[in-house]
């Protein structure tokens, strides 16, 4: 049985870091592609990041470019998203997901995703 828990959420000060974990248990996280997404109160899902099963190079939404990273430890099967100069407007649900070798093409589309954590609460204060 697959199941994802994140964890690393909280409360910080604008301009701050968060680390982000997601534990992965049923699959490899070498074999799968990681996605992260986000939901915040009245606004759609929105694509985060994604790291690819055969070890290429990540995928980031234009917003979180050069300000988050994605990053796989396979030795503890954990995905993490390491998040710096966080601004309000990035206060949402982080939530981890996954789904066996997309194509880079699916990597921002939630459907494409097969198992989905439940998330964890980031809230940034002004």
């Known amino acids: 049985q697959v199941q994802l828990v994140e964890s690393g959420g909280g409360l910080v000060q604008a301009g701050g870091s968060l680390r982000l974990s997601c534990a992965a248990s049923?699959?490899?996280?070498?074999?799968?592609?990681m996605g992260w997404f986000r939901q915040a109160p009245g606004k759609v899902r929105e694509f985060v990041a994604a790291v690819i099963w055969s070890g290429g190079n990540p995928s980031y939404a234009d917003s979180m470019k050069g300000r988050f990273t994605i990053s796989r430890d396979n030795a503890k099967n954990t995905v993490y998203l390491q998040m710096n100069s966080l601004e309000p407007e990035d206060t949402a649900v982080y939530v981890c997901?996954?789904?066996?070798?997309?194509?880079?093409?699916?990597?921002?589309?939630?459907?494409?995703?097969?198992?989905w954590g439940q998330g964890t609460q980031v809230t940034v204060s002004s």
């Open positions: 997901a996954a789904s066996y070798k997309l194509g880079s093409e699916l990597w921002p589309e939630a459907n494409a995703y097969t198992y």
């Open positions: 049923g699959l490899i996280v070498s074999m799968y592609t």
